[in-house]
């Protein structure tokens, strides 16, 4: 069984910063991608960043040249670095993790970490 714990979460004034992490019971390798999901309040979750396993990374628009996705193989951690953070930041963020077994992919979710941006 995967496990993902998220930490880092807390309140931030707008155009502060704050680093998530995402510390994975195995192998970040063993994954075919990491995910940074958020949702807030009313709204569908939604892809923020991923970083597959060649170290490709991809971001949403609203959140390009502001956040970063990096990981520490070591650690088995994915980390999601937040610059210059707007109200809109405010959201419930999950780490997700999708692995492949024969034909089969599996999604693991981390149980979220609440982020609010507010003076």
């Known amino acids: 069984q995967v496990q993902l714990v998220e930490s880092g979460g807390g309140l931030v004034p707008p155009g502060g910063s704050l680093r ?17 999901y958020h949702q807030a309040p009313g709204k ?18 609203s959140v390009k040249g502001r ?5 520490d193989a070591a650690k088995n951690t ?25 034909t089969t992919v599996y999604d693991y979710w981390g149980q979220g970490t609440q982020v609010t941006v507010s003076s």
């Open 78 to 102: 994915v980390y999601l670095q937040m610059n210059n953070m707007k109200s809109e930041d405010t959201a419930v963020y999950y780490c997700h993790a999708d692995q492949t077994w024969l």
């Open 44 to 61: 569908e979750r939604v892809l923020v960043a991923r970083l597959n396993r060649s170290g490709d990374t991809t971001y949403a628009g």
């Open 20 to 36: 998530l992490s995402c510390a994975a019971s195995r192998s970040i390798f063993d994954f075919n991608n990491l995910d940074w």
């Open 67 to 71: 956040f970063t996705i990096s990981r």
